[in-house]
């Protein structure tokens, strides 16, 4: 297939602006970029030898299938950004050549991994975490997660242009999953203005500085958090567990866990939380409900000036 991508100057500028979308595929898509420069590649061919290299050793080790899929998804997006605004966006010819392509990078088959009852919270652990977190907005965003199972990436990345309001009490709230597979949440009215009051963002729901919060850094602060409350480090991924194996014990449609959580297949779903979480009776108490109570007073950083970004 003829390169879309521009040689000297143009190529660059295409890769800065590749490089500068923000979306939850920006630290994978920056190694694409890297590659790309280092070896000197257009970018379609160079997804080639991308993906390619995503299976060889790298110091002594190999990156897992879920790894590798993610990075390729990544690279992917953009190689279909750069064709959307090239001057061959209006070829259908051209597209499906590029499509071919890209599909004859193969996914890597992950198998299900059940989910260790270790990993989820039961319900007095998550009402000390939402109740005893210190500093308002690393609260809502850690009430967020026990309320909604999405991922850490997918929060940060909503955007109040995402949100939908309605009629009655919950909101459609779009989210942009792996892949670029969006799916809608709901997610009550109350609690999403609690969040716009405190955040005051312009474009995303979780804002400062005009910007959506770092990744890493919300990470840690939860697991700082939950070490200190609870003795041990709970990363988002434990929140969004907590989530999906109380549905599940609530007796809840799998098939709408499924959905809710973006997996490609309920029996996905069932097969990693068939043995999670509380026993039945402990999950009569939604877990909405265990978030809805009054949290602790904040102590330490004043909530309009937290110390994480």
């Known amino acids: 297939m003829k390169e879309m991508g521009m040689q ?3 190529h660059d500028a295409l890769l800065k602006e590749l490089e ?7 630290l994978d898509v920056k190694q694409f970029v890297a590659f790309l420069r280092e070896k000197k590649l257009l970018i379609v061919e160079g997804f080639r030898q991308y993906a390619k290299w995503l299976e060889q050793e790298h110091e002594g080790k190999r990156y897992s299938p879920a790894t590798i899929n993610r990075k390729l998804a990544a690279a992917r997006s953009r190689v279909r950004y750069a064709f959307k605004h090239s001057a061959f966006a209006d070829s259908l010819q051209r597209k499906y050549h590029l499509e071919d392509i890209l599909k004859s990078a193969k996914l890597k088959k992950i198998d299900a991994v059940v989910v260790s009852p270790a990993t989820v919270l039961d319900l007095e652990e998550a009402r000390k975490l939402v109740w005893h977190t210190k500093g308002k907005a690393i609260r809502l965003m850690i009430t967020f997660l ?7 990436s997918e929060m940060l990345h909503v955007k109040l242009d995402d949100v939908t309001a309605g009629q009655g009490p919950v909101a459609r709230v779009r989210i942009r999953g792996k892949a670029g597979k969006e799916r809608t949440i709901n ?4 609690f999403l203005k609690q969040i716009t ?3 005051h963002g312009r474009t995303f729901l979780f804002e400062h500085d005009g910007r959506s919060y770092s990744r890493v850094s919300v990470t840690n602060r939860i697991k700082l958090e939950s070490l200190r409350i609870l003795g ?4 988002p991924r434990q929140l969004r567990h907590t989530w999906a194996a109380m549905q599940i014990k609530k007796g809840r449609s799998v098939n709408a866990v499924a959905a809710a959580l973006g997996h490609s297949s309920p029996g996905l779903t069932a097969q990693m939380y ?4 509380p026993q039945p009776e402990e999950a009569v108490l939604d877990l909405e409900e265990v978030t809805r109570m009054e949290p602790a007073r904040d102590e330490g950083s004043p909530d309009k000036k937290e110390n994480f970004r």
């Open 232 to 235: 041990r480090e709970v990363s």
């Open 187 to 190: 997610v009550k009215k109350d």
């Open 8 to 10: 000297g100057n143009g």
């Open 274 to 277: 068939s043995s999670s979480g």
């Open 20 to 26: 500068g979308i923000r979306d939850v595929y920006r």
């Open 146 to 152: 026990v309320r909604t199972g999405v991922r850490v």
């Open 197 to 199: 009051e405190h955040f």
